[in-house]
């Protein structure tokens, strides 16, 4: 089995090498990832320069290749150009972080297992609800026993699975919660501090509000009740429950009814 291995921490993050010592043994494993951070910049694509592929070494040892660009491009640029076919398989992670409720939609690990999809090569995106010192190993393992769940069913063609690890030993994981995107967002806010000469600059932060806590079904709450999130999600950004009354609506004002 061939795997295509990515992220948005960077090549150097110590996740995607935990994940991959953890997957090793399903396949020929193949790293393709931004040879710097760029956590945030969700599927966004590289345009206005060139992009190069630098071989990355371990310790003396072929680690993987760094692209100076977006997590997407390192899809696009590993399936095209340095494995020259699609992969069986698209992980990206493990994030630093977890990827639930609207975070999804900023992420970049989220947006390399969405290109992946996209390109019909199943694909899984793994994160790990802990910032502060993540025990990887430990998550990588989870992974890993999550993962060898998931091939054994089949991953569904066109389907970006988003799995978020609650960032507790296996031991004190309650199991698995199939879930949906929480509704919970943030309620930014911006430091506003001074340079050196004086000069305004801004930071942005936030506060996360909670309505996850009134959404037994959904990632934040598994999490939150010890347990490994895995949320289906699809590209296709169509509402479709709207889509039938705004359609008879604008064609009958378009014709003046
Ligand atoms: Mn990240």
Not at 29 to 42: F, L, M, Q, Y
Not at 193 to 203: K, M, S, V
């Amino acid at each position: 089995m061939k795997i295509l291995l990515t992220n948005d921490d960077g090549i150097n993050a110590a996740g995607l090498a935990a994940l991959r010592a953890a997957v090793a043994g399903l396949g020929e494993v193949t790293v393709v990832a931004p040879d710097t951070e760029r956590s945030g910049v969700a599927h966004s694509i590289t345009l206005a320069h060139p992009l190069r592929i630098r071989r990355i070494y371990h310790s003396g040892e072929f680690f993987g290749y760094g692209i100076n660009g977006a997590p997407a491009d390192c899809v696009k640029l590993g399936c095209r150009e340095i494995l020259k076919a699609k992969p069986d398989l698209l992980l990206a992670g493990i994030n630093l972080g977890a990827n639930v409720a609207i975070n999804i939609l900023y992420s970049g690990t989220v947006a390399a297992a969405i290109e992946g999809a996209m390109l019909g090569v199943p694909s899984v995106a793994f994160s790990v609800a802990e910032t502060e010192q993540p025990d990887f190993d430990e998550a990588a393992r989870i992974a890993r026993r999550v993962l060898d769940g998931l091939l054994g069913n089949g991953v569904p063609a066109g389907t970006v699975l988003n799995v978020n690890l609650p960032g507790i030993p296996e031991g004190e994981v309650k199991g698995i919660r199939v879930t949906h995107q929480s509704r919970t967002s943030y309620t930014d806010f911006f430091e506003r501090r001074l340079d050196p000469w004086g000069r305004a600059y801004f930071w942005i932060t936030g506060e996360m509000t909670r309505e996850f806590e009134r959404e037994p079904d959904s990632d934040l709450r598994a999490l939150a009740d010890g347990y490994v999130s895995i949320t289906p999600l699809h590209f296709d950004l169509t509402h479709y429950a709207v889509l039938p009354a705004l359609r008879k609506r604008l064609a009958a004002e378009w014709r003046g009814e």
